[in-house]
Protein backbone atom coordinates (compact mmCIF):
# COMPACT_ATOMS: atom_id res chain seq x y z
CA UNK A 1 0.00 0.00 0.00
CA UNK A 2 1.25 3.38 -1.40
CA UNK A 3 1.33 6.43 1.26
CA UNK A 4 -0.14 9.67 0.49
CA UNK A 5 2.21 12.08 -1.29
CA UNK A 6 3.10 15.38 0.53
CA UNK A 7 3.07 17.42 -2.84
CA UNK A 8 -0.07 17.68 -5.11
CA UNK A 9 0.39 16.65 -8.55
CA UNK A 10 0.88 20.12 -10.08
CA UNK A 11 3.61 20.46 -7.59
CA UNK A 12 4.82 17.47 -9.66
CA UNK A 13 4.51 18.23 -13.07
CA UNK A 14 6.48 21.37 -12.11
CA UNK A 15 9.42 19.49 -10.68
CA UNK A 16 9.28 16.93 -13.66
CA UNK A 17 9.34 19.96 -16.50
CA UNK A 18 12.23 21.17 -14.45
CA UNK A 19 14.36 18.03 -17.16
CA UNK A 20 14.29 19.17 -20.66
CA UNK A 21 13.35 16.48 -22.64
CA UNK A 22 13.34 15.51 -26.65
CA UNK A 23 9.94 16.15 -28.36
CA UNK A 24 8.93 13.29 -30.70
CA UNK A 25 5.78 12.65 -33.42
CA UNK A 26 4.46 8.91 -32.87
CA UNK A 27 2.38 7.37 -35.40
CA UNK A 28 0.86 4.27 -35.49
CA UNK A 29 -1.51 1.72 -37.62
CA UNK A 30 -3.80 -0.68 -36.08
CA UNK A 31 -5.65 -3.34 -37.79
CA UNK A 32 -8.58 -2.59 -39.86
CA UNK A 33 -5.82 1.10 -40.77
CA UNK A 34 -6.90 3.42 -38.10
CA UNK A 35 -4.29 5.54 -37.84
CA UNK A 36 -2.55 7.23 -34.17
CA UNK A 37 -0.43 10.53 -34.83
CA UNK A 38 0.21 12.05 -31.04
CA UNK A 39 3.17 14.58 -29.84
CA UNK A 40 5.21 12.09 -27.20
CA UNK A 41 8.73 13.47 -24.92
CA UNK A 42 8.25 10.31 -22.98
CA UNK A 43 10.42 8.73 -25.13
CA UNK A 44 13.89 6.49 -24.49
CA UNK A 45 16.51 4.16 -26.42
CA UNK A 46 15.64 0.22 -24.24
CA UNK A 47 18.14 -1.79 -26.28
CA UNK A 48 20.79 -2.68 -28.85
CA UNK A 49 20.18 -6.05 -29.48
CA UNK A 50 17.52 -6.65 -29.93
CA UNK A 51 16.73 -2.95 -31.24
CA UNK A 52 14.10 -1.55 -28.58
CA UNK A 53 12.75 1.53 -27.71
CA UNK A 54 9.58 2.55 -25.52
CA UNK A 55 7.33 5.57 -25.06
CA UNK A 56 4.94 6.22 -22.70
CA UNK A 57 1.24 7.40 -23.33
CA UNK A 58 -1.49 8.61 -20.71
CA UNK A 59 -4.47 5.97 -20.20
CA UNK A 60 -6.90 9.03 -20.84
CA UNK A 61 -5.54 10.08 -24.84
CA UNK A 62 -7.38 9.33 -28.08
CA UNK A 63 -4.86 7.42 -29.69
CA UNK A 64 -4.84 5.50 -26.09
CA UNK A 65 -6.72 2.33 -28.03
CA UNK A 66 -4.88 2.69 -31.12
CA UNK A 67 -1.34 2.71 -29.80
CA UNK A 68 -2.32 -0.29 -27.80
CA UNK A 69 -3.50 -2.11 -30.27
CA UNK A 70 -1.73 -1.08 -33.02
CA UNK A 71 0.75 -3.61 -35.70
CA UNK A 72 3.28 -1.17 -36.32
CA UNK A 73 4.17 2.39 -34.68
CA UNK A 74 6.78 4.84 -35.84
CA UNK A 75 8.78 7.13 -33.76
CA UNK A 76 9.36 10.49 -35.13
CA UNK A 77 12.51 12.70 -33.45
CA UNK A 78 11.45 15.90 -34.34
CA UNK A 79 13.66 19.24 -35.25
CA UNK A 80 13.49 22.37 -33.71
CA UNK A 81 11.70 23.84 -36.92
CA UNK A 82 8.99 20.90 -36.38
CA UNK A 83 6.78 23.12 -33.81
CA UNK A 84 4.01 23.38 -35.92
CA UNK A 85 3.65 19.00 -36.39
CA UNK A 86 4.22 18.42 -32.61
CA UNK A 87 1.41 21.35 -31.80
CA UNK A 88 -0.70 19.65 -34.29
CA UNK A 89 -0.19 15.97 -33.24
CA UNK A 90 -1.06 17.42 -29.71
CA UNK A 91 -4.30 18.91 -30.79
CA UNK A 92 -7.14 17.32 -28.92
CA UNK A 93 -10.33 15.89 -30.61
CA UNK A 94 -9.37 15.62 -33.92
CA UNK A 95 -8.51 11.46 -34.97
CA UNK A 96 -5.44 9.98 -36.49
CA UNK A 97 -6.28 11.27 -39.60
CA UNK A 98 -7.25 14.40 -39.30
CA UNK A 99 -3.71 15.44 -37.61
CA UNK A 100 -1.87 13.71 -40.48
CA UNK A 101 -4.00 15.79 -42.87
CA UNK A 102 -2.06 18.42 -44.32
CA UNK A 103 1.53 16.68 -42.98
CA UNK A 104 3.83 15.38 -45.52
CA UNK A 105 3.95 11.70 -44.79
CA UNK A 106 3.92 7.96 -46.84
CA UNK A 107 2.62 4.97 -46.10
CA UNK A 108 5.93 2.89 -44.56
CA UNK A 109 5.89 -1.07 -43.82
CA UNK A 110 2.54 -2.26 -42.98
CA UNK A 111 0.73 1.22 -43.67
CA UNK A 112 2.38 2.98 -40.59
CA UNK A 113 2.78 6.81 -41.22
CA UNK A 114 6.10 8.05 -41.84
CA UNK A 115 7.10 11.82 -41.93
CA UNK A 116 10.29 12.13 -44.26
CA UNK A 117 10.69 15.80 -43.29
CA UNK A 118 12.10 14.29 -39.51
CA UNK A 119 15.59 13.84 -38.85
CA UNK A 120 15.59 11.00 -37.69
CA UNK A 121 12.64 7.82 -37.56
CA UNK A 122 12.60 4.70 -35.52
CA UNK A 123 9.58 1.54 -36.45
CA UNK A 124 8.84 -1.38 -35.53
CA UNK A 125 5.96 -3.97 -34.19
CA UNK A 126 4.67 -3.52 -30.96
CA UNK A 127 6.27 -5.58 -28.31
CA UNK A 128 4.93 -5.66 -24.50
CA UNK A 129 2.24 -2.54 -23.12
CA UNK A 130 3.03 -1.91 -19.40
CA UNK A 131 0.48 -0.08 -17.21
CA UNK A 132 2.01 1.88 -14.47
CA UNK A 133 -0.34 4.22 -13.00
CA UNK A 134 -2.24 6.46 -15.44
CA UNK A 135 -0.08 5.67 -17.99
CA UNK A 136 0.99 2.77 -20.38
CA UNK A 137 4.82 2.25 -21.08
CA UNK A 138 4.69 0.99 -24.92
CA UNK A 139 7.97 -1.20 -26.12
CA UNK A 140 8.83 -1.14 -29.70
CA UNK A 141 10.53 -4.10 -31.64
CA UNK A 142 12.43 -1.76 -34.51
CA UNK A 143 12.71 -3.23 -37.76
CA UNK A 144 13.34 0.21 -39.43
CA UNK A 145 15.67 3.35 -38.78
CA UNK A 146 15.85 6.41 -41.31
CA UNK A 147 17.90 9.24 -40.64
CA UNK A 148 18.00 12.25 -42.42
CA UNK A 149 21.56 14.33 -41.76
CA UNK A 150 20.57 18.11 -40.79
CA UNK A 151 22.10 20.49 -38.55
CA UNK A 152 18.90 21.93 -37.05
CA UNK A 153 19.07 20.81 -33.44
CA UNK A 154 16.07 18.32 -31.83
CA UNK A 155 13.15 20.09 -30.58
CA UNK A 156 12.90 20.21 -26.78
CA UNK A 157 10.31 20.76 -24.08
CA UNK A 158 10.95 22.18 -21.18
CA UNK A 159 9.29 23.98 -18.14
CA UNK A 160 5.83 23.57 -20.65
CA UNK A 161 7.61 24.82 -23.19
CA UNK A 162 9.14 23.81 -26.68
CA UNK A 163 13.57 25.31 -26.73
CA UNK A 164 16.30 25.57 -28.06
CA UNK A 165 18.81 23.13 -26.05
CA UNK A 166 20.91 26.32 -25.40
CA UNK A 167 17.78 27.66 -23.95
CA UNK A 168 17.24 25.00 -21.08
CA UNK A 169 21.00 25.06 -20.25
CA UNK A 170 20.48 28.76 -19.78
CA UNK A 171 16.98 29.10 -17.80
Not at 101 to 125: C, N, Q
Request: with cysteine.
Amino acid sequence: MMAEPLFDSTEFRQVCGHFPTGVTAVTAVAPGGTLAALTVNSFTSVSLQPAKVLFCVTSHSSSFTTLTTAERIAIHILSQDQQDVARRFATSGLSGAEKLDGVSWAPGPDGVPLLPETPAILAGRRDEVITSGDHVIILIDVDHVHLKPTTVPALSFYRGRFVAPSDAATE
